[in-house]
């Protein structure tokens, strides 16, 4: 008798890694929503602009690959509170001694990748609690975390005009030791998690052509959703003069349509396979981000055709963690870094198109413009491996690919 989501896996953990995850993410994007007043405090360019919500993106990459080493290594529990450590010190060193330079910002901005880095550290450490047939809707669960960009949207930039954005820093750490204690008290690392790998062992999977599919399949679709989430308030700003709050207003709408799409990206792939999904998907994103590529649609349309485009890439980001622990299901760990590096790198280029598209040639188009002809391009990378992957599923009873 096949078995109901709630009779498996670990709740607490999942809730636990849910909460460490959002509030990881809230901090990661922070200097999105913040960007207008930094930018008018420091006095930044369009291409500083970008960097400066691009830095983070791409430290977070990185560092992912970091915690994918030592999950192996330490497992997922120790690894989060040391890394969560990282980040509560870093912020609280921003709200002490202040942020007065560009390059001051940039070096924050690598510190807020260490919350970044968290989604190598949530995702295996609930996955390894729940069997193949649901670990679409687990990872969609635990990976809806992403919704932290929303509250990171909506309240900051309110808080800062309150309260100043230098002190931002300071309330978010404190917020950040609550849910550090809240995980430290609740989550588990399952008896099924693997002993740590070798080097050789990493080096390998380097070497699968899936490992790499898999990896720019990801760096679209959560690449499209963090580097729009960082750049929207940017964007409705500068494009269409709403003030700091009103862009942040319409940015949370968008990552929240993205956010707690991702679950049922993930329960849809269980469902049709992840492959079907994915090619319905990267087309949407296509489309959408061709149209936005036109600029001279009214800010409500262009709220709209966002909406659509954030929902297909929360929708991408389940489903295409639902094909990872299908091809490496002893190596999710590992490959949840990877992915989630380049996953992250694609935020960044992003991000940081858009920044310098506007500066040199005085449109956002160029840059959504190259990232929907990405987006084309791992559609036809799906076509491509999805006769191969499905034949390969059958071996693996009750799972879709």
Known sequence: ???????????????????????????????????????????????????????????????????????????????????????????????????HSFAQLLVFGCVLGVAGASFAIALPMVSYWYPPEHQGMALGLAGAGNSGTVFASLFAPSLALAVGWQNVFGLAALLLIVILLFFMIAAKDSPRFPPGKTMADYAGLLGAGDAWWLMFFY????????????????????????????????????????????????????????????????????????????????VTGTLVILLVGMIALGFGNGAVFQLVPQRFGRDVGLMTGLVGMTGGIGGFALAASLGYAKQFTGSYGPGFALFAGLALTAWAGIAAVRIRWREDAALLAGVRV
Do not use: E
């Not at 999942?14 to 960007?35: N, Q």
């Not at 930094?38 to 560092?63: E, F, R, S, T, Y």
């Open 1 to 99: 008798m096949k078995r109901t989501f709630l009779s498996v896996g670990h709740l607490p953990t999942l809730v636990a890694c849910f909460a460490y995850f959002d509030l990881s993410f809230a901090v990661w994007v922070l200097l999105g929503p913040l960007a207008v007043l930094i930018a008018q405090n420091l006095n930044l360019d369009a291409g500083q602009k970008g960097l400066m919500v691009a830095v983070p993106v791409l430290a977070g990459a990185v560092l992912r690959v970091v915690n994918g080493i030592l999950v192996g290594q330490w497992k997922a529990r120790l690894t989060a509170i040391v890394m969560q450590l990282v980040v509560i010190l870093g912020l609280a060193a921003a709200w002490l001694f202040g942020i």
């Open 219 to 298: 760096s679209v679709s959560f690449g499209g959703f963090v580097g729009l989430s960082s750049f929207l308030p940017i964007y409705f700003h500068d494009q269409y003069g709403l003030s700091p709050v009103n862009a942040g207003y319409f940015a949370a709408a968008c990552v929240f349509a993205g956010s707690f799409a991702r679950p049922f990206g993930g329960a849809l792939a269980d469902r049709i396979g992840g492959t079907r999904a994915l090619m319905i998907i990267y087309a949407i994103v296509a489309v959408v981000l061709f149209a936005i590529a036109q600029g001279s649609i009214p």
